[in-house]
C-alpha cells in the first residue's frame, strides 16, 4: 500500500512540479539564445533590449517559484490531503498514518532533489561555452592548482580522500536537511491543526518557534566547540569541524525522529477536522 500511496503522490505533485521544470528550462534556453545574438550580431535595438530584459525577469521569477516550491509543494500536498476536508477521504483509506507521511516525505525530498538538478542543468544551459570554460579557469587559479597536470575533478576528489569523515558528515547534513524542513512543517502542522481556529496561522507560529529554538541550539553548540577549542588548543581546525558537523547531524536526527513521531500519533489520535 505504500506503493501505491507514493505512486498516488508523485502523480499529483508531479503536476504542480512538472509545469515549473519545463518552464525554466525553456527559458533558460531561450536567455541563452538570446545572449549568443547579442554576442554575435552585436544588436543594441530598444526592441531587443526590451525583450532581452522581459525574458529575464520571467526567467527570474520562474528560478524562484522553482526554489520555493521546492518543498513547499509537499507541505501543501500534506496538510491538504490530511488537514483540510479532503482529509476526511484520506483518513477512510485502509493504510496506515504512518504510511501517509512516509509517502508525502519521500516525495516531497524527491522533487526537491530534481528541482535543484533542473536548476543546475538550467545554469549549465546559460554559462555553456566560454563563460563556463572561463569560470573554470578562474576557478583553478582561486584554488592554486592553474599551470599544473593536476586537473580540477583530481583537486576534488583529493581533497574528498583527505577529508573523507568530514565530507561524509556534510554529505549526511545535506541529506538530513532535505527531511528535516520537511517534517519540521508537518509537525507545525498536525500540532496547529489540534486548535479550534485559525489553524494555519498558529501552524506558521510553531513553525517559527521551532526554528528560533533550532537557532539557539546552533548558537549552544557554537559555544561549546568554541570552549572545546580553548581547553584544546593543539586540536586541529578539522577535527573541531567534525565534532560540530556530528553534533548538528546528531541534533538534526533527533528533531527528525520526534517530528515524525509527534506527526503519526497526532494523526492518529488528535486529528481535528472541525
Do not use: H, W
Amino acid at each position: 500500500m505504500l506503493g501505491k500511496l507514493i505512486k498516488t503522490e508523485f502523480k499529483a505533485s508531479g503536476r504542480l512540479y512538472l509545469p515549473l521544470f519545463i518552464g525554466v528550462i525553456f527559458f533558460a534556453v531561450v536567455e541563452r539564445i538570446l545572449l549568443e545574438i547579442m554576442e554575435v550580431e552585436q544588436l543594441n535595438s530598444i526592441a531587443f533590449n526590451i525583450l532581452f530584459i522581459a525574458i529575464t525577469v520571467i526567467f527570474v521569477i520562474v528560478i524562484v517559484s522553482v526554489c520555493v516550491s521546492g518543498q513547499f509543494i509537499s507541505i501543501y500536498r500534506f496538510y491538504k490531503s490530511v488537514f483540510t476536508d479532503e482529509g476526511y477521504l484520506t483518513n477512510t483509506l485502509p493504510v496506515k498514518s504512518s504510511s501517509i507521511i512516509i509517502s508525502k516525505l519521500l516525495v516531497g525530498v524527491f522533487y526537491t532533489v530534481f528541482s535543484y538538478i533542473v536548476l543546475f542543468i538550467s545554469g549549465l544551459i546559460i554559462v555553456a561555452g566560454d563563460l563556463l570554460n572561463s569560470a573554470l579557469d578562474n576557478l583553478r587559479i582561486d584554488l592554486g592548482i592553474e599551470n599544473t597536470q593536476i586537473g580540477l575533478l583530481d583537486f576534488i576528489l583529493d581533497s574528498v580522500i583527505n577529508l573523507k569523515l568530514t565530507f561524509s558528515l556534510l554529505a549526511a547534513l545535506i541529506i538530513g536537511s532535505l527531511f528535516f524542513n520537511i517534517l519540521v512543517f508537518f509537525v507545525s502542522f498536525a500540532i496547529g491543526n489540534m486548535a479550534n481556529r485559525k489553524k494555519v496561522l498558529l501552524s506558521v507560529i510553531i513553525y517559527i518557534g521551532i526554528v528560533n529554538v533550532l537557532s539557539f541550539i546552533s548558537a549552544g553548540i557554537a559555544l561549546f566547540v568554541n570552549k572545546l577549542s580553548i581547553k584544546n588548543y593543539n586540536m586541529l581546525g578539522v577535527d573541531l569541524l567534525n565534532i560540530t558537523l556530528s553534533i548538528i547531524l546528531a541534533v538534526m536526527v533527533v528533531i527528525c525522529l520526534a517530528s515524525y513521531f509527534a506527526t503519526n500519533k497526532i494523526i492518529k489520535s488528535r486529528l481535528n477536522l472541525e
